[in-house]
């Protein structure tokens, strides 16, 4: 046992260090791939190595191979932080190494799992009666809800898919917001419609879908169809207009699933919750935890309000498991079979922020969104191209040299992002809007303070002068 003691307390000290560090380590990588696989690469050996040498090498011989993304000045994608006591939390799952899978292989993780769902629901405001599933992302949280929605649309055309499957079943069509997120497109795929069932739908200029343009889509055909809405698009925060759009769908027979990836949690602020009003009327809902919650990585959840179809889609019986009356089985509900309890660190991270510590979360970051996007935007050479509606905005650079060209104001815009990463004070992506390359803002993190953006913004001014500068010196 004090092996076990030996490197788990090694490991922890690891831990404190590197989350001790990251205010004043580079928040972009600083090791290549190159050196990363030579430091790697040598350690598959004939003999072992005591535990907790294992653990100090690999912690040597990744340093500066961890982008800065648990920290307070990583904008780029939508990655959350963890939160302190999901972080210690998700240790502890790992501690325990229960197989989360039935009440009998993990009773308390079963129990926990079940509350922890409950209270997701009624965090995001959504039916209490619907069913969920603690998924490892948002990617399989659309794989499981569309399966429901495949199994009830082809149920009600006496079509029993999952013993069937999909060959020679009635058509379902698709219809999705062309801003729609590509792990959409990946879970059609996994679920055997294919991509090509996938009818995208224009938007408006600002990325929402018009209530007449879902109408004419809904009438272009007779087949059943899913219809998948945004809470929100990736690049501008752009929340569909569910109070128009779910009922109008719904009429007509649609299943309607949401893409709340991170906008759903804007349910759980009184100031931004206006802007998904309408939500709760759709059928299944995808989310994350690990993004506005501020989990550790691998949560998603779906919730889906046809308890039946998701039973149907997901469920197992087998011989050697006994159902039982005791909980919940999350096999019933999840596409795994051997899972982490990942609803563990979703309960943690309840009770450590309360209903309150949630929206105040959400309302951060909404706000430091809207103020990098206002800073960068108003420097002298730079464009605010996506006011921040939630916590996402766009933003460009242009190019300084006299009649610069939309393209070169594209190559400076990349170059820019390259080189405000490279500073090392924060982290940004690139991304494409309409047809011009953009600096996308992305705020989730509970950590991010208004010294982060003050000296996010400060680093973005310097190295935007400073480039000006070289352009003029070559120029
Ligand atoms: C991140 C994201 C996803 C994918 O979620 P994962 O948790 O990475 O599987 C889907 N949709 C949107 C809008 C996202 O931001």
């Not at 590509?182 to 938007?203: K, Q, Y």
């Not at 009438?219 to 929340?239: C, F, M, S």
């Not at 299943?255 to 939500?279: C, E, M, N, Q, Y």
């Not at 994350?288 to 889609?313: F, M, Q, Y």
Request: glycine share 8%; hydrophobic share 45%; net charge neutral.
């Amino acid at each position: 046992m004090s092996e076990m003691r030996a490197v788990l307390d090694r490991a922890r000290e690891h831990a404190v260090a590197f989350l001790e560090g990251l205010d004043n380590r580079s928040v972009g990588a600083t090791a290549t791939a190159d050196m990363l696989r030579t430091r790697l690469a040598a350690g598959l050996a004939d003999r072992g190595i005591p535990p907790s040498r294992v653990i100090d090498e690999i912690v040597k011989a990744t340093e500066g191979g961890h982008l800065g993304s648990a920290g307070g000045r990583f904008f780029a994608w939508v990655i959350g932080g963890a939160l302190p006591s999901a972080l210690a939390a998700d240790w502890l799952v790992s501690t325990w190494d229960n197989n989360a899978v039935l009440y009998a292989c993990g009773p308390a993780s079963a129990v926990i799992e079940e509350i922890a769902g409950a209270w997701v629901k009624d965090l995001l405001g959504l039916p209490s009666e619907a069913s969920f599933a603690f998924t490892t992302g948002c990617q399989m949280a659309h794989f499981t809800c569309l399966a429901a929605a495949r199994n009830a649309l082809l149920r009600q055309q006496s079509w029993d898919v999952e013993r069937r499957g999909l060959t020679g079943a009635p058509r379902i069509r698709v219809l999705a917001n062309q801003h729609r997120h590509g792990s959409v497109d990946r879970a059609l795929r996994f679920l055997g419609f294919g991509t090509d069932a996938l009818e995208p739908i224009a938007a408006g200029a600002d990325a929402r879908l018009p209530a007449r343009a879902l109408k004419d889509a809904l009438q272009r055909g007779e087949a059943p169809a899913i219809v998948i809405l945004n809470a929100a698009d990736l690049n501008v925060g752009a929340v569909d207009p569910f109070s128009e759009l779910v009922s109008m769908a719904r009429a007509t027979g649609a299943w309607v699933h949401v893409d709340g990836a991170f906008g759903l949690w804007a349910r759980t602020s009184p100031l931004h919750r206006h802007k998904v009003a309408g939500i709760e009327e759709a059928d299944s809902w995808a989310t994350d935890a690990h993004k506005w919650l501020n989990t550790p990585k691998d949560i998603g959840i779906a919730i889906v309000k046809d308890r039946e179809a998701h039973r149907a889609a997901m469920g197992i019986t087998a011989a050697y498991i006994s159902p039982n009356e005791e909980a919940r089985d999350q096999i019933d509900w999840t596409p795994d079979w051997t899972r982490r309890a990942r609803g563990i660190p979703v309960y943690a991270a309840v009770r450590e922020l309360g209903r309150e510590g949630i929206a105040a979360i959400v309302d951060r970051c909404c706000a430091h969104a809207e103020a990098l996007a206002t800073g960068i935007g108003g420097l002298k050479g730079a464009r605010l191209v996506a006011p921040a509606t939630l916590n996402q905005a766009l933003v460009r650079f242009l190019d300084p040299k006299p009649n610069a060209t939309e393209g070169e104001h594209d190559q400076f815009t990349l170059d820019m992002v390259a080189a405000i990463n490279e500073e090392g004070t924060a982290f940004f992506s690139p991304g494409m809007w309409g047809y011009q390359r953009v600096m996308r803002i992305s705020v989730v993190n509970w950590r991010t303070s208004v010294r982060d953006i003050q000296l996010t913004l400060d680093a973005v001014s310097r190295v935007l002068s400073r480039r000006h500068e070289q352009v003029f010196d070559k120029g």
